[in-house]
């Protein structure tokens, strides 16, 4: 049997908890999510008890791109033309 979500591309550009969990029930239902991550400090559920990143993270593909530089933001557009999902957590500023 396929999976409901099988062939889906996702981008995942959420930070906090919520967003990974989200992301993650589309992983188990068998979408393929690229987690865009900011280099150096990555996703903050890295720094928290580590089974916790181990399940929200499960399955999912990781790519680290600095959006605040134009090489981040050309690569990310390049992932975006690709995916059909895009999910994000920022706030409006």
Known sequence: MTAPLAGVVVLDLTRLLPGAVATQQLVDWGAEVIKVEQPGTGDYARTMNP?????????????????????????????ARHADVLIEGFGPA
Do not use: Y
């Open 51 to 79: 089974a916790v990143f181990a399940r929200t993270n499960s399955g999912k593909k990781s790519v680290a791109l600095d959006l605040k530089q134009p090489r981040g933001r050309e690569m990310l557009i390049a992932l």
